[in-house]
Nanobody, 125 residues
Framework: QVQLVESGGGLVQAGGSLRLSCAAS????????MGWFRQAPGKEREFVAG????????DYPDSVKGRFTISRDTAKNTVYLQMNSLKPEDTALYYC??????????????????WGQGNQVTVSS
């Protein structure tokens, strides 16, 4: 049974930092592209970061590029999202996701096979 369990969210002031973790079980992250998405109330789910199974490539949208960094620890089977210089518009429920096609990074949520339960990030102004 595949489980992706996010942690590390919370409330932070604008300009602050948070690190999200996604602990995977039932799958090996080096065999999947791992992605982070977010969804704010009333908005569609949005891609914010991805890393290929080999770890050789990452991808970010312009809205977070230079502020967010995706990384992973294969020994712990865990993926991370370091978020710096946070803005109120980063407030959302953040999800970890896994795509079996591990050689490319897709930005559409429908392409991913497994999802975590979501973790709230709130940035106050």
């Amino acid at each position: 049974q595949v489980q992706l369990v996010e942690s590390g969210g919370g409330l932070v002031q604008a300009g602050g930092s948070l690190r999200l973790s996604c602990a995977a079980s039932g799958l090996t992250i080096s065999r999947y592209t791992m992605g982070w998405f977010r969804q704010a109330p009333g908005k569609e789910r949005e891609f914010v970061a991805g890393i290929t199974g080999s770890g050789s490539r990452t991808d970010y949208p312009d809205s977070v590029k230079g502020r967010f960094t995706i990384s992973r620890d294969t020994a712990k089977n865990t993926v991370y999202l370091q978020m710096n210089s946070l803005k109120p518009e980063d407030t959302a429920l953040y999800y970890c996701a896994a795509d079996l096609l591990h050689t490319v990074i897709k930005v559409t949520s429908g392409a991913y096979d497994y999802w975590g339960q979501g973790n709230q990030v709130t940035v106050s102004s």
